[in-house]
């Protein structure tokens, strides 16, 4: 227990966290056993360490931090470590990586019921299912989910600046007063193409190549979150990449389920079901025509985040590719995002119409229906027309 809680102090002395996350204040600290999901790289671990470093003192026993990556935990269960900590006045365990842990959800469950006076904080991949894939967890776990640096928070770490997130309520009816807000202090343009390139993860601070160690971290993603989670067999693994590259490489459009089935040697099935994998590790996006879901085949499937474009083939990067992978990345936190088949706009909260579009090209508008147009290649925007790294405000 003594090494536990010098390796908890060290951590949390010397956690770098110089952008507060906006979900610190959207979780409801008073649950009792917490899950916050994110996929590899946006700061799990370093969210844990803020919220004691905000909560306790660094010498406070009654917080614990552990990470199950210890081969200690190989030999003993979380519930005996555990009813040891609260024995010694323990009163919030902070866990991460709690499912490389066999039987973590039963052990939650055992910790939840034997000790009501303990607080669990745990963090897991987005590939899991708290609920629907662990019944004993249903009723008790508040699930959250942590994103990558938005816009916003990229811009505030680069510059020292303090903006606040606005909802798409106040960025449509009043972007205009909004930009004035900001403008004085920073000139956007400067930053959103860094932002687009290596401003989602994190880890961009590390004094390491941005782009491998991205792509190790899709390998992760793939190996480890996918595999691992959902008991896929090793022997699938070259299938599951091999579809992933090829997803990438097509760009944003409708899927050819059948094509993909030959060439990665499975069932349309399997496909769809990998197709689905991929996007809750958050490696891709799907979208779909307004009321439809999986299993049904999605209208378009993109790269999750502009990211992972440069990453895995900066050659073929198209920029209308990667402003509309930034719109739909961007949005998709708090809201729903669907599109039509041939259809070039969006729509979001089933009523709101998109189209993204270059600020320096001339636009016709054709649609019938009124309609926003969020604009890149511009810092300003008028009435329906608003600039599109505005929407990178939104969390």
Same mark, same amino acid.
């Given at each position: ?22 979900? #610190? ?27 004691? &470093? ?36 323990? &009163? ?125 971290? #899709?390998?992760? #993603? ?32 409708? @899927? ?19 197709? &689905? ?11 779909? @025509? ?7 085949? @999605?209208? &378009?499937? #993109?790269?999750?985040? @502009? ?89």
């Amino acid at each position: 227990m003594e090494a536990f809680f010098r390796t908890h102090s060290y951590l949390v002395e010397h956690v770098n966290a110089p952008v507060r996350r906006m979900l #610190m204040d959207e979780i409801d600290w008073n649950d009792r056993l917490i899950g916050i999901k994110g996929t590899r790289g946006v700061g799990k671990t370093t969210f844990l360490l803020q919220y004691a &470093k905000e909560h306790f003192n660094v010498s406070d026993r009654k917080c614990l931090y552990l990470n199950l990556n210890n081969f200690y935990f190989q030999g003993r269960g979380i519930v005996d470590f555990a009813g040891e900590f609260v024995a010694q006045g323990g &009163k919030v365990l902070l866990i991460d990586q709690v499912f490389k842990h066999q039987d973590w959800s039963k052990d939650l469950r055992k910790c939840y019921d034997n000790y009501p006076e303990l607080k669990i904080v745990f963090t897991g991949s987005s590939v899991m299912r708290l609920k629907e894939e662990n019944p004993e967890l249903n009723g008790i776990v508040k699930s959250y989910n942590l994103r990558g640096f938005s816009f916003r928070e990229f811009i505030n770490l680069q510059t020292g600046n303090h903006f606040e997130p606005y909802t798409l309520d106040e960025i449509l009816s009043d972007h205009e007063r909004l930009i004035k807000r900001i403008l004085p202090h920073v000139r956007p343009a400067d930053y959103f193409q860094s932002y687009l390139h290596h401003g989602f993860y994190p880890f961009y601070q590390e004094q390491r190549n941005y782009s491998e160690n991205l792509l190790k971290t #899709m390998n992760m #993603m793939t190996e480890v979150d996918i595999l691992l989670i959902k008991q896929i067999e090793l022997k699938y693994l070259s299938k599951i990449k091999k579809l992933f590259y090829e997803l990438a490489v097509d760009g944003p459009k409708a @899927p050819n389920i059948s094509q993909l089935a030959t060439d990665i040697e499975t069932s349309r099935a399997t496909v769809m079901n990998y197709i &689905k994998y991929l996007a809750d590790a958050r490696l891709i996006n799907m979208i779909y @025509p307004p009321g439809e879901r999986f299993p049904k085949k @999605p209208t &378009k499937v #993109m790269l999750h985040n @502009p990211n992972l474009m440069y990453a895995i083939y900066p050659s073929k990067v198209e920029q209308q590719d990667v402003m509309e992978a930034f719109f739909v990345n961007s949005l998709w936190k708090d809201h729903k995002v669907n599109q039509r088949s041939h259809e070039r706009h969006y729509v979001v909260d089933s009523h709101l119409r998109f189209r993204v579009c270059d600020a320096t090209q001339p636009y016709r508008h054709r649609d019938e229906e009124p309609t926003y147009l969020a604009r890149y290649n511009t810092e300003v925007g008028k009435d329906n027309a608003l600039p599109l790294w505005l929407l990178g405000f939104l969390y």
